[in-house]
């Protein structure tokens, strides 16, 4: 990609960063040590607070990563191509070749991603709930964490195309259709929808001085309707 460095390689995938991340990392590692974490544990020192939110950065776009993976290696798995896994200031992306699979191809690549947040979800639950009396800072950041990687699950299976709800309805209409442009077309048009309400929570957010949250809303609904619309056109365009 573009303005992107590999980082490393995991099972000979390239891990790319690209430009407009580093930004977003420390923007995150800001607002939790600023702000999330001294509002839900006051008191506690400002190095505990920066240490923690460092952390939690760090586990955070590491959980990002694992998501995408899971769709990386589910698509080896069915025999599709694996370009690169990147991170960029929405989160994360694995470039796939997607167009020889199939419907059924699609469906447990899509599943893949938010399978692996919400078992991420539920280790970090229960890493809070085993250090919540004893080890204040781990429970904090499993707390985060947790809830965090849920979100994640839970935003991506929204069934708007190119998330990979999306994904999966697009799958489901191929498969009962036969038609991949029309479920394209379906799919994407979902996407934009949700893409807009997106936005207007997004706007809300940033009214009621929630930052963070209405900054990445914003990002992410506005990056939704472009990337549905980019796959619209193609099945505009092509024969139904």
């Known amino acids: 990609m573009r303005g992107a460095v590999t980082v490393c390689h995991l099972d000979s995938i390239p891990v790319d960063v690209q430009a ?11 607002t939790l040590s600023d702000r999330f974490f001294p509002q839900l544990y006051p008191g506690w020192p400002s190095f505990g607070y ?3 939110g460092l952390l939690s950065s760090v586990l955070l776009f590491g ?18 191509s694996v370009f ?3 991170l960029f200031f929405l989160g994360g992306v694995a470039e796939i070749d997607v167009d020889d699979g199939t419907a059924s191809d699609e469906f447990w690549m ?11 979800a539920a280790v970090f639950a229960g890493v809070w709930l085993g250090t919540a009396a004893t080890q204040p800072y781990l429970s904090a950041v499993a707390l985060y964490l947790g809830i965090s990687n849920g979100l994640l699950a839970a935003f991506n299976l929204l069934p708007g195309y190119p998330l990979d709800g999306g994904r999966v309805l697009r799958s489901v209409l191929w498969r009962l259709c036969g038609d991949q442009g029309q479920a394209t077309r379906w799919a994407g048009w979902c996407g934009q929808g949700i893409g807009g309400l997106g936005i207007i929570a997004g706007l809300i957010a940033l009214g009621t001085h929630h930052l963070l949250a209405g900054f990445w809303l914003v990002g992410v609904a506005v990056f939704l309707v472009l990337a549905a619309r980019g796959a619209l056109l193609p099945s505009l365009l092509g024969p139904s």
């Open 20 to 30: 407009t991340w580093p930004p977003v990392f420390f923007f995150v590692i800001w």
């Open 110 to 120: 899509a599943l893949a991603g938010p399978a692996v947040s919400i078992l991420l």
């Open 50 to 52: 920066w240490a923690i």
């Open 84 to 86: 690169r896994v990147s």
């Open 63 to 80: 959980s990002l990563l694992a998501h995408e993976f899971g769709h990386a290696f589910v698509a080896r798995w069915r025999g599709l």
